[in-house]
């Protein structure tokens, strides 16, 4: 029964009414539809505050809505923090292993899976450097290649690219298109930057400031992988400008 | 990702830093590591002789021996060999104090570190351990635990543990919310938790309070000697004998010789800890 419902579904996560509200009484979410289906790469772009990442949070099992359904129609979901989140103390090679370690994987086996996922974010050669001698965007590589070990059928990603700055921020926007072109799981991805989320996407969602909900949604018509040029078509900035209005129009 | 775009991303990052470290921290050789703490000691034995010799005059120059006077102390076979085995009989109760305080602060703050309300019932008696005027029960612990070396190991103990309580405490509190979520996202145990992520993470902090609790612990065994004189007293009981019988150039070469050992056991966990995690933490 579970393995037909999740071969036979379409959507991996469905979100139905959402609502949050916080013991404190701030309302971050209400009314929320949202679907991802297979093949797809959604990306939400919001104010700070209206309650994005909370979305994620719900998804992922990490926080439960307050009303509303949620539905994940799997269990390899990969989570991507703000931050890379690392073990200081392990190297590459051991930071990478780490979710297999914990799912129990025999030793030979996560140093396979982490060799496969390190070549992949192409940081074969740094496996036995330590988090602190890499760059920030050698980190977020490193912790993307720990959440592809698990073979994650849907990646939900809260903010990653934030904090780097506008060159790392675009390499690593074409090397997530890559991967995900190459192995085909579907993506939750939240920005505040409009040109990251209409480049990465097949669909952007616009969230209005708190309390969050969707206030708009646009197709990304343009075809997968990306080419980088499309960043400077006359479309595509169109499409950033439409995006951006909507975005402006949920602020007020 | 191509071969050649890699070096704008960390290698670039890091022979920059490899750059500023040298010309941040030039290299002067040994002198500019030993002259400034030299000239101290330099300056101290200066003013030393100044006040033994200039300032007293010689009849009371029993109150403040000159540096030399000191030293010579230690040509004495006898008095050498006397305050030889009692830094040992004190380094013996430091070391068995310590080990004991750094385990049961460990544990302690482990059981602390698992719930709140744990947490809210232990912690105050570590701060009213810590605020005990120790000296006032030391009679007691004499009373209940007889006068020698099991007396003077818990007195150890009970000044070293605080510093080992409240940073192991804090160390394992300080892991990022986002680490935990990451081992909570995959169902990891509590032991998983605090094996893989908590205590590792604490280390560090573990580390410092070591350091803390290791002088503190060789305060304790030279108090514990004054108060319990059987079985084999230390550094602390000769002290007290020879402040009695005012040989004060014996005196001094004690207080001085349990003063370097302070600095060693410091000196020995500053390195312990930089070789345990000086790799991925920034030891100061």
């Known amino acids: 029964m579970l393995t037909t419902r999740r071969g036979a579904a379409k959507s991996l996560l469905d979100f139905r009414d959402v609502a949050m509200t916080f013991p404190d009484g701030t309302v971050a979410l209400t009314g929320v539809d949202l679907t991802v289906n297979r093949g797809e790469f959604v990306t939400v772009v919001g104010p700070s505050g209206c309650g994005k990442s909370t979305l994620l949070r719900i998804a992922s099992g990490l926080e439960t809505a307050s009303s509303g359904t949620v539905e994940l129609n799997t269990d390899r979901i990969g989570y991507v923090f703000q931050d890379a989140t690392l073990l200081p103390w392990r190297s590459v090679q051991s930071n990478v292993e780490l979710l297999a370690e914990l799912h129990g994987t025999p030793r030979a086996q996560r140093a396979v899976k982490a060799k496969e996922a390190i070549e992949l974010v192409g940081l074969t050669g740094f496996e036995k450097y330590l988090p602190r001698a890499l760059s920030g965007g050698m980190r977020m590589r490193t912790s993307l290649a720990r959440s592809l070990t698990l073979d994650p059928e849907i990646f939900l990603f809260d903010e990653p690219f934030g904090a780097l700055d506008e060159i790392a921020r675009e390499r690593l926007n074409d090397e997530l298109i890559k991967l995900f072109t190459e192995k085909q799981f579907a993506g939750l991805f939240i920005t505040h930057s409009v040109s990251e989320a209409v480049y990465l996407s097949t669909r952007v969602v616009v969230m209005s400031g708190r309390p969050g909900n969707i206030v708009d949604t646009f197709e990304v018509p343009f075809e997968m992988p990306r080419d980088p040029e499309i960043r400077f078509t006359a479309e595509f900035a169109h499409l950033i400008g439409e995006v951006s209005h909507a975005l402006r129009g949920g602020h007020n | ?284």
């Not at chain 2, 500023?20 to 002067?28: A, E, H, N, S, Y």
């Not at chain 2, 005027?133 to 612990?141: E, F, G, N, Q, R």
């Open chain 2, 1 to 284: 990702m191509s071969v050649q775009d890699q070096p704008n991303d960390a290698i670039g990052t890091e022979s920059a830093a490899l750059v500023q470290t040298r010309v941040g921290r030039p290299d002067f050789g040994r002198a500019s590591i030993w002259g400034p703490p030299l000239a101290v000691l330099a300056l101290v034995i200066g003013v030393w002789y100044l006040a033994a010799l200039v300032i007293l005059e010689p009849d009371r120059r029993f109150l403040l021996p000159a540096p030399h006077v000191v030293l010579a102390v230690f040509a004495n076979e006898n008095t050498r060999v006397d305050i030889w085995v009692a830094l040992l009989n004190t380094a013996a109760v430091a070391i068995t104090g310590l080990a004991i305080a750094i385990a049961i602060g460990v544990v302690w703050a482990i059981g602390m570190s698992q719930a709140r309300w744990v947490e809210r019932s232990l912690f105050p008696y570590a701060v009213i351990l810590q605020s005990i005027p120790i000296l006032a029960v030391v009679p007691l612990i004499g009373f209940w635990f007889g006068y020698d070396f099991a007396a003077r190991t818990i007195v150890c103990v009970l000044i070293a543990l605080f510093p080992m309580v409240s940073n192991t405490l804090f160390g394992l509190q300080s892991v990022d919310r986002s680490q935990r979520e990451l081992f909570l996202l995959q169902g990891a145990s509590r032991w998983t938790i605090l094996t893989k992520l908590e205590f590792p993470t604490a280390l560090p902090a573990i580390f410092a309070g070591m350091r803390i609790s290791a002088g503190l612990s060789v305060v304790g065994a030279i108090v514990g000697d004054f108060f319990f004189q059987r079985g084999t007293p230390g550094i602390g009981s000769l002290i007290a004998k020879y402040g009695s019988r005012l040989q004060s150039p014996e005196l001094f070469a004690s207080v001085i010789v349990s003063a370097l050992f302070g600095v060693v056991i410091f000196v020995f966990f500053g390195w312990l800890r930089r070789r345990a995690v000086g790799k991925w933490y920034d030891v100061s």
